[in-house]
């Protein structure tokens, strides 16, 4: 079975630019959620859709959004970026109901210069 | 407010003996919590998770305690191996809820030395 696979793994942009990362998540699963990692900062949750609506939002600014698409498959979106969402972007997908385990991908590694 | 707390940035341990590395929680309504290892430039590999109706859980070289009452669990490697050299972040969440949102601990680099 395939795991998670997200769609850049680097990525160099400029401030002010947008930037859109994608996460296929393991078949099946219908839950995936993005988390950003930053030196020091641990994993920060940043949301979590489930069949195509978005459930729950973390503590980040609106520059940040995301969806989901029927096939569970997920896009993040940045925009406006500036030099502090230099990071590592992190997906994991989980089946949804009471199950927690959540599955990640390696992630992107976003460089905003 | 950090709600999962690992108070212990790094541990170092020789090899094949045992690792310890605790986690402790604030928030009452965390009923499951997991454990993951990361290596640099890659994503969390989950590892071993546990459930509040159980205070032991084991796999293979991994244990998992959860004591309730103390808001603390610890994972246990036994014995330890080179090859487990990694940040292992513990992770909560409350299974009851209708979003599946993980709180993250910060993370503790263990070292296995040879």
């Known amino acids: 079975k395939a795991g998670v696979t997200q769609t850049p793994r680097y990525l160099i942009k400029t401030r002010g630019q947008q930037v859109t990362l994608s996460c296929s998540p393991i078949s099946g699963h219908r839950s995936v959620s993005w988390y950003q990692q930053t030196p020091g900062q641990g994993l920060q949750f940043l949301f979590e859709y489930f069949s195509e609506t978005q459930r729950n939002k973390g503590n980040f600014p609106g520059r940040f959004s995301g969806r989901q698409f029927s096939n569970s498959r997920s896009e993040m979106n940045v925009s406006t970026l500036e030099l502090g969402d230099s990071a590592l972007y992190l997906c994991?997908?989980?089946?949804?109901?009471?199950?927690?385990?959540?599955?990640f991908g390696q992630g992107t590694r976003l460089t905003v210069v | 407010d950090q709600q999962v707390k690992q108070n212990s940035p790094s541990l170092s341990v020789q090899e094949g003996r045992i690792s310890i590395l605790n986690c402790d929680y604030t928030n009452s309504m965390f009923d499951y919590f997991l454990w993951y290892k990361k290596y640099p430039a890659e994503g969390p590999t989950f590892l071993i998770s546990?459930?509040?109706?159980?205070d032991k859980n084991e796999d293979g070289r991994f244990t998992v305690f959860l004591n309730k009452s103390a808001k603390h669990l610890s994972l246990h490697i036994v014995p330890s191996q080179p090859g487990d050299s990694a940040v292992y972040f513990c992770?909560?969440?409350?299974?009851?809820?209708?979003?599946?949102?993980?709180?993250f601990g910060s993370g503790t680099q263990l070292t296995v030395l040879p």
């Open positions: 992770a909560a969440g409350d299974s009851s809820g209708s979003a599946r949102q993980l709180t």
């Open positions: 994991a997908s989980s089946l949804g109901g009471t199950v927690l385990e959540a599955f």
């Open positions: 546990i459930s509040s109706i159980k």
